[in-house]
């Protein structure tokens, strides 16, 4: 059984373009969480999603930042005009989400470098 | 506002010491706790969860408890190993929050010298 994937493990982007994180949960898990881990700082939670919804979005910025996790597919963590405080590594979680059983496992993360 | 702890920041053993790590939050009403460990340009691999009804959980030299009432979380790892090097996490879930958030301490860098 593979792990949580993330795809790309590194990226950079110059200021004001896009970025575009991907994260695959691991089979069977339908719960995905997305965290920032800022340079010197801890690890903060951003969103979490279930298929085709967003549970809590409660860490996202307000602006630029977006999630989906479609039916089909990676669920996306999508930056617009990326801006230099963007760069953080940026983790992806999964659960399985069933009753009682919470414990979520992490992907390698993508590091995000704006310049 | 909850608020995770963790004494100390960092800590560095010989080989063969037990490890003692603590984490401190400042409100009872949690989920579960969860705790990771980090190693350097790497993601989190989970440790151990211990849900809001244990007190405890044991894997192989780790062995985490949990005191709801006094906010306290602490992790003991056995004979530690210079392998064990890393920053260790813990997290917690709050009730009233979605069940999937989970608030990290800033964690204590461990290093166990050979």
């Known amino acids: 059984n593979a792990g949580v994937m993330q795809n790309p493990r590194h990226l950079v982007r110059r200021r004001g373009q896009e970025a575009r994180l991907r994260c695959s949960p691991m089979?069977?898990?339908?719960?995905v969480y997305w965290y920032r881990q800022l340079p010197e700082e801890g690890l903060k939670f951003m969103v979490y999603?279930?298929?085709?919804?967003?549970?809590?979005e409660s860490g996202m910025p307000k602006e630029r930042f977006s999630a989906e996790f479609p039916k089909e597919g990676p669920s996306i963590l999508r930056i617009q005009q990326v801006v230099r405080g963007d760069s953080a590594a940026y983790f992806c979680?999964?659960?399985?989400?069933?009753?009682?059983?919470?414990?979520?496992?992490f992907g390698p993360g993508t590091r995000l470098t704006v310049t | 506002k909850q608020e995770v702890t963790q004494i100390p920041a960092a800590l560095s053993v010989p080989e063969g010491e037990n490890l003692v790590l603590n984490c401190s939050f400042t409100?009872?009403?949690?989920?579960?706790l969860q705790w990771f460990r980090q190693d350097p340009g790497k993601g989190l691999t989970s440790l151990l969860l211990?849900?809001?009804?244990?007190r405890e959980q044991t894997s192989g030299r780790l062995n985490a408890s949990l005191d709801k009432s006094s906010g306290r979380s602490t992790l003991y790892i056995a004979a530690s190993q210079p392998g064990d090097s890393a920053t260790y996490l813990c997290?917690?879930?709050?009730?009233?929050?979605?069940?999937?958030?989970?608030?990290f301490g800033a964690g204590t860098q461990v290093v166990v010298t050979p």
């Open positions: 211990i849900q809001s009804s244990q």
């Open positions: 409100d009872s009403a949690i989920y579960n």
């Open positions: 979680a999964s659960s399985p989400g069933t009753s009682g059983v919470w414990e979520q496992y």
């Open positions: 999603l279930q298929k085709e919804n967003i549970i809590d």
């Open positions: 997290a917690v879930s709050l009730q009233g929050d979605s069940w999937g958030k989970l608030q």
């Open positions: 089979k069977g898990h339908s719960h």
